[in-house]
């Protein structure tokens, strides 16, 4: 879990980089976009995995459905990405804000030993 945890926390901290690259102007190259993608989803299907054995530990349970949500809205800035549209912030935001509950839930899950 904790292992989980910390590839979550790298993409992450990949994602804040874009985030901070686009406020400032920058354009992010679309292999990394896509990479930040890739490890994202890998991830939620690693959790997705580890959830189907442990069905009773409803914050990881809940912290893959935040994590599926998450993905929808990367999907979204992926959309804009490809068609060379400025992302609109405000989807970046919900994002990052979806992904951090998503590890909050996550680190609970930990926490909770389950």
Do not use: C, W
Not at 70 to 82: C, D, E, K, M, P
Not at 87 to 112: D, N, S, W
């Amino acid at each position: 879990m904790l292992a989980l945890l910390m590839l979550f926390i790298l993409v992450g901290t990949g994602g804040l980089a874009f985030a901070l690259l686009e406020a400032r102007g920058r354009a992010l190259p679309l292999k990394l976009s896509a990479g930040h993608g890739v490890f994202g989803v890998l991830a939620i299907v690693l959790l997705i995995v580890r959830d189907v054995d442990r069905p009773g530990d409803y914050f990881a349970n809940a912290a893959a459905l935040v994590f599926i949500l998450t993905a929808t809205g990367g999907l979204l800035l992926f959309a804009f990405r490809v068609s060379r549209q400025r992302l609109p912030l405000a989807v970046v935001g919900l994002h990052a804000a979806f992904a951090l509950a998503g590890m909050t839930l996550l680190g609970i899950a930990l926490l909770k030993g389950a």
